[in-house]
Antibody, heavy 121, light 111 residues
Framework: QITLKESGPTLVKPTQTLTLTCTFS??????????VGWIRQPPGKALEWLAL???????RYSPSLKSRLTITKDTSKNQVVLTMTNMDPVDTATYYC?????????????WGQGTLVTVSS | DIVMTQTPLSSPVTLGQPASISCRSS???????????LSWLQQRPGQPPRLLIY???NRFSGVPDRFSGSGAGTDFTLKISRVEAEDVGVYYC????????FGQGTKVEIK
């Protein structure tokens, strides 16, 4: 059974750095083709892809947010960490992590429940 | 960036009747490897997204066969053959040919 769970602060102040952790089970990030991505959803709005890291440490970032994002993995802990610098109220959203399968179609097949992050002073 | 445009944005349907959602990409989704990386996701109220269809027409594990996907190039369609109450939610198309981008979502509700 594949599960993913996001964790991190629920409230951050403007200009601060957000650090989110995705802890997963049921698969390994050392397996060829496996990746974990981050997607966010502002309240009442659509989904937006942020970043993704693959088993071979290949990292992909949204072009519009690339300068603010860093994604890393700890294979031994089954964790992926996303940092986003210089947070702004417009970054208020539910942040999801999801498993990605490069070989079968690059889609996000399993998702965490999401964590709501509010940016406010 | 590839822009994904869905129509309609809202779709009131009668239980047991079909529903159809269109998704158009700003450029062809055919990858250099020959695959077309277009998927559909469902998001029920208060829930995370759930994968329904990948690579245009492949149903993901556990997805009922009343859901089907079709299309090619830049135009794609998700069809629900007979809408059930549990199908209420927002549906997104997503392309993975060039990075990843989502459509703006289509809300399916019961009349």
């Amino acid at each position: 059974q594949i599960t993913l769970k996001e964790s991190g602060p629920t409230l951050v102040k403007p200009t601060q750095t957000l650090t989110l952790t995705c802890t997963f089970s049921g698969f390994s990030l050392s397996t060829s083709g496996v990746g974990v991505g981050w997607i966010r959803q502002p309240p009442g709005k659509a989904l937006e892809w942020l970043a993704l890291i693959y088993w071979d440490d290949d990292k992909r970032y949204s072009p519009s947010l690339k300068s603010r994002l860093t994604i890393t993995k700890d294979t031994s802990k089954n964790q992926v960490v996303l940092t986003m610098t210089n947070m702004d109220p417009v970054d208020t959203a539910t942040y999801y992590c999801a498993q990605n399968d490069f070989w079968s179609g690059r889609h996000f097949d399993y998702w965490g429940q999401g964590t709501l992050v509010t940016v406010s002073s | 960036d590839i822009v994904m445009t869905q129509t309609p944005l809202s779709s009131p349907v009668t239980l047991g009747q079909p529903a159809s959602i269109s998704c158009r990409s700003s450029q062809s989704l055919v990858h250099s490897d020959g695959n077309t990386y277009l998927s559909w996701l469902q998001q029920r109220p208060g829930q995370p997204p759930r994968l329904l269809i990948y690579k245009i027409s492949n149903r993901f594990s556990g997805v009922p066969d009343r859901f089907s996907g079709s299309g090619a190039g830049t135009d794609f369609t998700l069809k629900i053959s007979r809408v059930e109450a549990e199908d209420v939610g927002v549906y997104y198309c997503m392309q993975a040919t060039q990075s990843w981008t989502f459509g703006q979502g289509t809300k399916v509700e019961i009349k």
